[in-house]
């Protein structure tokens, strides 16, 4: 069968004059040892959508009185008329565990020229939508987006236009 | 292109052609879904960003430690569209594991094994393309390859970018898996036996298809050494200044700054699309150094202009630059290896070479600029890229050689 199969896929390489069978069969080596690599990775993979899916069953069944969950970590951030403004790449708290910002990656194109900015947790709304909750802001997108670029570790760089109110 | 060589074959245009350039273009599409959507698409799965920045890196350094070996297995095998095929589809697959699969160990080996795949991909499709048109007008037709890269490429972008917004990120690339059936059904049409049905004529013939010098020996051939120099000093001069200025940019201009961007990246694939077979057929006719330094003399005139512009409007024009050094070097590379390897016929292995000291370049222009831009802003950074710039065109204009061959003069 691996004749037949390297005779077929000589079509795709067969030089003139040299004959393909050995050679192609050399080449489907590397071929078949990647697809066989793929087998625990699947099976890997299908146990794990397993488990999110269940968890995501019971998260959804959950009735009136549980709390809601809502993942924040690639959750998408809008502006105040419903334009995309990034995502949400990771959360600060202090050191007991308060929540201070968020941080996101806004503006660009296709990846090119985002911008990471540290927005203060104070600023975040969580908008109720039928079957879903919202990451928004009320501020004008522009001076997000312009705001200091953040800088892990300084709490000075975390932008939060209604401070010293 | 099979038949006569000359003026009175130029008028035809055979089907092996359009293959070819189709070829180009569907693998280009198909690596596009590598390039922006990845980090989006992981993000969008919940990946922090640490975990993105490790897989990202590791597909790097497995591209750069697979670049030698990658071309130096494409030299040696005799199955170059089978190998090219085998490491389209690997691409495909990888896409595959990443839609299917965005988990840790599936996406870090989906992203190795593209890593790979791509290490064969480009130097297969070089050598598929010497093959074919054999030696003569080598320069036209790279152009060409280049030209349908491009355009496979940003209509790609555009394709995948709707898809990403109307559908999912995750639709980008199942996108990137069909891609790879035109590719490879274009890569099927090009087999010689259904070349010579079609227009009778034998493929041309070139100097030397398997490698016979020794590796030493070309490594140590000066013009290899000065024509790797002036590729790392290409890409370091290059690289990194689109993701600064565009990071400016957005500082600047805020929600309107993503078409401002999206301007950045378009004009010079247009300028690339139009230009570059020219360029090729200008290295086959005036020579290779002119071309050469045209090209190389573009990126620190474009440095310079974004350190001194500071309307971004005005910076769209300014990437007219960065479009001809695009062509120039899309189709240098590959011409310039092919004169270097004319002689030991190790010219894939030359490619991986030169993809290795690009990428080199290209890693310290990122991390480079992007301490200079942090430490002493942006305009620093700018000039910094400039001056290698000039550094690389003076390199250039000093120390390399002409590499074109001219065919002796015909008796008579």
Redesign the interface.
């Given at each position: 069968m691996l004749d037949s199969l390297g005779a077929f896929l000589s079509h795709f390489g067969a030089w003139p004059g040299i004959a393909a069978g050995r050679g192609a069969r050399a080449a489907l080596l590397p071929a078949v040892l990647v697809v066989l690599m793929m087998v625990p990775l699947v099976g890997m993979g299908l146990a794990r959508a397993q488990v999110a899916g269940a968890g995501a069953g019971a998260g959804a069944g959950a009735g009136a009185g549980e709390p809601e969950m809502v993942a924040l970590m690639g959750r998408r951030l809008f502006g105040p008329a419903g334009e995309e403004l990034g995502r949400l790449v990771d959360m600060l708290t202090d050191a007991d565990g308060r929540p201070l910002a968020v941080v996101v990656d806004v503006g660009g194109f296709m990846g090119i020229g985002t911008r990471r900015v540290a927005l203060a947790w104070s600023v975040l709304r969580f908008v109720r939508e039928p079957g879903a909750v919202r990451l928004a802001i009320d501020i004008d997108p522009d001076r997000v987006i312009a705001a200091p670029e953040y800088r892990p570790g300084e709490a000075a760089s975390i932008f939060n236009p209604t401070a010293g109110r | 292109m099979s038949g006569p060589t000359g003026r009175a074959g130029r008028g035809r245009r055979p089907v092996g052609q359009l293959g070819l350039d189709l070829l180009n273009g569907f693998i280009a599409a198909l690596q596009t879904a590598f390039g922006?959507?990845v980090?989006?698409y992981l993000?969008?799965?919940?990946?922090?960003?640490a975990q993105i920045g490790f897989v990202l890196t590791a597909e790097t350094i497995a591209s750069m430690l697979s670049q030698v070996p990658g071309g130096a297995y494409v030299d040696i095998?005799?199955?170059?569209?089978?190998?090219?095929?085998?490491s389209v589809?690997?691409a495909a697959?990888s896409a595959l594991?990443i839609a299917?699969?965005p988990?840790h160990?599936?996406v870090l080996?989906a992203l190795l094994?593209h890593a790979v795949a791509g290490s064969i991909m480009s130097p297969a499709i070089a050598a598929v393309t010497v093959a074919m048109v054999g030696r003569r007008e080598l320069g036209e037709r790279l152009g060409r390859n280049v030209r349908y890269a491009s355009i496979g490429s940003g209509a790609a972008?555009a394709l995948m970018?709707l898809a990403a917004s109307v559908l999912s990120e995750r639709a980008v690339f199942v996108l990137a898996v069909l891609l790879a059936v035109p590719a490879l059904w274009a890569?099927?049409s090009l087999?010689?036996r259904r070349q010579r049905r079609r227009h009778g004529g034998a493929v041309a013939p070139t100097d030397a298809t398997e490698p016979q010098g020794s590796v030493k020996a070309l490594l140590a051939d000066r013009r290899m050494q000065v024509f790797c120099a002036c590729v790392t000093l290409f890409h370091f001069s290059s690289a990194a200044l689109?993701?600064v200025?565009?990071?400016e940019?957005?500082?600047?201009a805020?929600?309107r700054?993503?078409?401002l961007?999206?301007s950045?990246?378009i004009v010079p694939q247009v300028l690339v699309a139009l230009a570059s077979p020219l360029a090729g057929r200008m290295a086959e006719r005036i020579g290779r150094r002119p071309i050469l330094v045209l090209g190389f003399a573009s990126l620190p005139l474009r440095a310079a202009l974004f350190a001194m512009i500071d309307d971004p409007f005005l910076l769209v024009p300014v990437q007219l630059l960065e479009g001809v050094a695009s062509a120039v070097y899309g189709v240098m590379l590959p011409l310039v290896a092919a004169d270097l390897t004319r002689e030991n016929g190790r010219y894939t292995l030359s490619l991986g070479v030169f993809g290795l000291a690009g990428a080199l370049g290209a890693a310290l222009s990122t991390a480079v600029a992007g301490v200079i831009a942090t430490a002493w802003g942006v305009k620093a950074a700018f000039w910094t890229l400039a001056a290698a710039g000039m550094v690389a065109v003076l390199l250039v204009l000093i120390a390399m050689p002409e590499t074109r061959v001219r065919p002796p003069p015909k008796p008579g």
């Open positions: - | 922006a959507f980090p989006a993000s969008g799965q919940g990946w922090t960003q095998t005799r199955h170059r569209r089978l190998v090219l095929g085998l589809a690997g697959l594991l299917a699969l988990y160990l599936p080996l094994l972008a970018g890569l099927w087999h010689p689109l993701a200025a565009a990071a940019v957005t500082r600047r805020g929600l700054a993503g078409l961007i999206a950045f990246v």
